[in-house]
Every structure is written in C-alpha cells, then in structure tokens.
C-alpha cells in the first residue's frame, strides 16, 4: 500500500517538474529581454514611490514619540534609550535614500515611473 501511494507520488512530482522544465524553457525562449527591462524599471518605479510614501507616514509617527518622549521630559521620567533608538532611526530614515544609491552604486534619481528617492537628510545641508 505504501509503495503504491509512493509511487503515484513520485509521478505526479515527475509530471510538475516536467511541466515547470517546460514553462521555464518556453518563458526564456519566447520572451524578449526589453520586456523584462520595462518590467524592472515598472518595479522599481512602484518600489521608490511605495519607499518616499511609507517614509512620509513613519516621520509623522516619529512626531508624534518625540511629542511623547517630550511629555516623559516635562515628568521627569525620560527613558534616554527610547530617544537614542527614535534618534538614531529617524536618522537613518531620512538617509536612507543616499545610503541606498551608495550601496548600489546606482543613482535612483529617475525612473520609468517618474519617481524620485528623496533624500530628506542631504536637503539639509542644501541652505549652508
């Protein structure tokens, strides 16, 4: 019985990896190299924009915990590590689009979708 129930098992696995072998092969053979560069290009665009957005959304919350970390000084009971880790990663947020372009080596300036990185942290330095 156990033999039996392996057995189909081991055929229909042959059948998926046959049929996966074939997509794979059909994919590389029938598609063209400019769609899979439109299609990065797609992606980095929604990826850049769902990145400026979320960094939006995370320096409002972060507000918000120094308004709170503000209240804690006023009482006199601030916790210095939560306003070294809000620091530190409100820093690094705002970096992180020129740590991004410099790790890749690649200037995230414009892509297919129109979208920017925007560098919060180096605008600083823009006045002086």
Known sequence: MYNEFRRTEMKSLKKMFVLCSLALVFTMVLADASHADGLMNLAAGKAVAVFNHVK????????????????????????????????????????????????TGDQMDKTAEGATVEDTFGDSAVGM
């Open 56 to 103: 939006g959304i995370i320096f409002v919350v972060g507000g918000f915990g120094l308004v709170g970390i503000a209240f804690q000084a006023i009482f006199g009971k601030v916790k210095w590590s939560w306003f070294a880790g809000l620091a530190i990663g409100l820093a690094i947020l705002a970096a992180a689009g020129a740590i991004v372009n410099y790790a």
